[in-house]
């Protein structure tokens, strides 16, 4: 059977039906020399159990993404739906234009890895590969060190951070 040619309706619906799963963001943070860098990132996820991999998009455009194409390793975090204001940070602030590090609590963690001391959890990993996927580049992690959740918490999710004008367009 012959593929059909996309239009207008099939992008709208495919943006629906991901709407609909409404995914959890994440924050990802790095660092290489002096220079840190973070960002809201909504396509990401587990890739394989053993070895423990996950699978991170960046935006070609975001400041993020020219830090962590220097650096070596990056932290994930899971941002709580009770802390929008971190979400909204790292989501509609660009590092080319303010240092988001001076607007929230951080720490140095494992890898000299700014760690967001308000996220529900974290874990770091080295950058294995990266991968073009068109405006995102997939970067691939493994794990090296990572701090569970000390409470019950809600991942912030898609829905959650919808409404936030980004600080890069894609």
Not at 44 to 73: C, D, K, M, W
Not at 89 to 107: N, Q, V, Y
Not at 116 to 138: M, R
């Amino acid at each position: 059977m012959p593929v059909e040619q996309r239009d207008v309706h099939d992008e709208a619906a495919f943006d629906a039906i991901i709407a609909t799963a409404d995914y959890p963001v994440i924050i990802v943070t790095t660092a290489s020399g002096q220079d840190k860098a973070g960002c809201l990132v909504g396509f990401a996820g587990q890739v394989s159990i053993e070895p423990r991999r996950f699978l991170v998009g960046l935006s070609r455009s975001n400041h993020t993404y020219a830090v962590a194409q220097r650096a070596e390793y990056l932290a994930v975090h899971l941002p709580g739906r009770d802390n929008a204001a971190l979400a909204a940070l790292f989501g509609s602030e660009t590092g080319s234009a303010i240092d988001k590090f001076a607007h929230c609590d951080w720490r140095t963690g494992p890898h000299g890895l700014p760690i967001l001391t308000a996220a529900a959890a974290w874990f770091t990993g080295p950058i294995l590969q990266h991968h073009d996927f068109g405006d995102h580049v997939g970067i691939l992690l493994g794990l090296s060190a990572a701090s569970a959740p000390h409470r019950a918490v809600t991942a912030s999710r898609y829905s959650d951070v919808a409404d936030l004008s980004p600080g890069h367009p894609a």
